[in-house]
């Protein structure tokens, strides 16, 4: 049976922009954070920089986006070879996702996006504007993100499609920002359990943890399978300093937890693993970090689904996600498949 990943989460448009540290000041923003503003706020931060590139974004939408990228892909040359030499099985998943978006030509834009990647949209339309985030890139590459939720707030419970055929279910932290948004993934995982789903979650961001660190300790353990953070996220939500101590806490969350370590690459641990496993990052000259993370989410899943072991999943996680940081936002449309999959 083919699988298929359902992802749930904020469906934004992506504005990047050229910035300076100098800016960030100015704003009263800390480099590298995520912010929640009103659309005011957000205009202003749009005014002090150059506006580089827009695009559908969303943590979820792009993890969903790059799994689907994957199987479309993977039976080029390169993927063909790649999975010759490191004697791994391919499929194709299905993938479907899931959020709330305004009657606007954002929302439109947001949808049309989505079909021509060939992930399914299921959109509750609000008269609330489709959400967007500002993402100023800083000569270092480092990006800081001003966003505006809009209608992504207006996301409920009734909303939520069948979930029948679904092989895993993912989502991420930032459902946590309003109370109808965590009623609506708290219905999801557990009508996706009961559908035979595994449940994945990504933390996504370290303010997330701040905001809700108590509720997400009390809400993760028995509902999700596999945790992705990074290195400040599960820090924080571990109450720990280090990596070891880290990911030993974190196994009494979820049995497959995996750390983020940006170019280091990343940890898995948890009870599947039986031991610490290390995957080295790959080196790549960085021009933008924009949804790197998530992109690693796609890349792991997707090999998960496939049944590959924890390993090659973490490796192929790092490939592309070292890929996305060499083009301008999470532009899936400007990687190449011996980009991802070359040696």
């Known amino acids: 049976m083919t699988p298929m990943i359902c992802a749930m989460g904020n469906p934004l448009i992506d504005t990047i922009l050229s910035g300076t540290r100098e800016d960030l000041q100015a704003i009263g ?3 590298g954070s995520m912010n929640l503003v009103e659309y005011d706020q957000q205009q202003e931060v749009v ?3 150059a506006v580089r590139l827009r695009l559908a974004g969303g943590s979820a939408a792009n993890t969903i986006r790059a799994v689907r990228w994957i199987a479309r892909h ?3 040359d390169a993927g063909a070879h790649f999975l010759r030499e490191h004697g791994l099985a391919a499929s194709s998943p299905t993938a479907r996702y899931v959020g709330a978006v305004g009657r606007d030509d954002d929302g439109v834009a947001f949808e049309t996006l989505l079909r021509e990647e060939t992930v399914e949209p299921v959109l509750a339309i609000t008269p609330v504007p489709t959400g967007s985030s500002a993402i100023v890139v800083t000569p270092d590459s ?3 993100m001003f966003t505006y939720l809009g209608a992504c707030r207006e ?3 009734s909303h939520l499609p069948r979930f029948a055929g679904v092989t895993l279910f993912h989502t991420t932290g930032y459902m946590w920002d309003t109370p109808n948004q965590q009623e609506a993934a708290d219905c999801a995982t557990k009508r996706a359990r009961e559908a035979g789903a595994k449940i994945s979650l990504d933390v996504a961001d370290s303010f997330v943890v701040d905001r809700y660190r108590d509720a997400l300790r009390s ?3 028995g509902r999700v399978d596999v945790l992705f953070a990074n290195r400040q996220e599960l820090y924080s939500l571990t109450d720990t300093q280090s990596d070891r101590t880290a990911m030993d806490a974190a196994a009494s969350l979820a049995p497959l937890v995996v750390m983020k370590v940006g170019a280091e690459g990343c940890l898995v641990g948890g009870d599947r693993t039986g031991a610490l496993l290390q995957a080295d990052g790959i080196r790549v000259s960085p021009l933008d970090t924009t949804g790197a993370g998530d992109s690693f989410a796609g890349g792991f899943l997707y090999g998960l689904v496939c049944g590959w072991d924890l390993r090659d999943c973490a490796e192929f ?3 592309i996600a070292a890929s996305v940081v060499t083009v301008e936002g999470c ?3 400007q990687l190449s498949p011996e980009l991802v999959f070359g040696s």
């Open 142 to 144: 480092e990006r800081t």
């Open 74 to 76: 993977i039976d080029s």
């Open 29 to 31: 923003a800390a480099a």
């Open 331 to 333: 532009d899936y449309g």
């Open 219 to 221: 809400w993760i353990p």
């Open 155 to 157: 996301l409920r419970r």
């Open 47 to 49: 005014s002090r920089c």
């Open 317 to 319: 996680a790092n490939r």
